[in-house]
């Protein structure tokens, strides 16, 4: 390659774009992908100064571990509980959102609230809720009935699904509704030339055509199921209730104890997990759109 052509592929909108990204992409590069690898790297050794390739050791060591059958268990019961929920949920409330309420706008703006308040603000009111002695145990009470210890027992895993739901039905059902209003309306003045009712528009044209925005949903759904540990780290403490042992207190008590090798081997599984899933809804999502196409 030539000066000239040189200087002409440096002056192209893709080369100059890269300059500009070039910022981002070296602190993305330093902060996240260097220590990736880094991490994969140490699941192989026994030790992380100077230690040896142990090979698959310490994979072996996390997959027989107790505590990651019942975190790896944990986890799925919630997202294949959670995820379907949200989505219901939210394209329910997008549909009906859709149509022209009354004081539709102070309805979207409400469900996007949890979006911008601070998780620590989150968990204090559902502590305030579920506590021992909180509000809907003072309820129970009122009303003659046992307390229950809520987040000791098998109905934590369902306030946790609770605040998961709060928390992300809005964002989906925003993404819902931009969906829905990029659909041509000649579409549906067609169905009813035609004598279509409103089920069969429903299933015909919204749900076929919303296909693409309900594979982002679903991703953006799972990826924000894996990212839970936050909420009830701060509900029930390092060590919770069995139902809520995630895959996220695992690795945060491999950290604890400074097991790193236990802890890169299951971060690396779990990234691995998801890159698989993402990948395979992002191919039936291809074949999808192509046979719409």
């Known amino acids: ?20 990204m070039a910022p981002s992409l070296i602190g993305f590069a330093c902060f996240y992908i260097i220590p990736f690898i880094m991490g994969i790297y140490e699941s192989f050794t026994d030790g992380s100064l100077e230690g040896t ?17 019942k975190a790896s268990v944990n986890m799925l019961i919630f997202t294949g509980i959670g995820v379907p929920l949200v989505i219901a949920l939210s394209l329910i409330l997008a549909l009906l959102l859709n149509r022209p309420l009354f004081m539709r706008n102070w309805l979207r703006t409400s469900f ?4 911008v308040v601070p998780v620590a603000s989150v968990v ?71 004598g279509a009712g409103r089920f069969r528009q429903l299933f015909h044209i ?3 055509y919303l296909t693409p925005t309900t594979f982002f949903v679903v991703l953006i759904s799972i990826i ?7 909420e009830t780290y701060l509900l029930a403490g390092d060590y919770p209730y069995d139902r809520i042992y995630m895959m996220q207190h695992y690795m945060n008590n491999m ?4 097991d790193i090798q236990k802890l890169t081997a299951a971060a690396t599984l779990m990234v691995g997990f998801i890159v698989i899933l993402v990948t395979g809804l992002l191919s039936v999502e291809r074949r999808f759109r192509d046979n719409l196409e």
């Open 224 to 230: 924000n199921s894996f990212k839970v540990f936050r």
């Open 53 to 69: 390739l142990v090979g698959f050791d310490n994979y072996n060591e996390v997959l027989s571990s107790g505590s990651f059958h």
């Open 124 to 194: 204090m009111i559902w502590q305030i809720l579920f506590d021992w002695n909180g509000t809907l145990n003072a309820w129970l009470h009122h009303f003659h009935k046992e307390r229950i210890d809520w987040m000791q027992s098998d109905w934590s895993m369902s306030v946790v699904i609770l605040m998961y739901l709060w928390k992300n039905i809005g964002y989906n059902m925003i993404l819902f509704l931009a969906g829905l209003q990029s659909i041509p309306k000649d579409y549906y003045e067609t169905a009813r030339v035609e």
């Open 206 to 208: 919204t749900l076929i």
């Open 255 to 258: 950290f604890s104890s400074l």
């Open 1 to 20: 390659m030539n000066r000239r052509s040189l200087r002409r592929w440096m002056r192209k909108d893709g080369m100059k774009a890269l300059w500009f």
């Open 112 to 115: 996007i609230m949890p979006l």
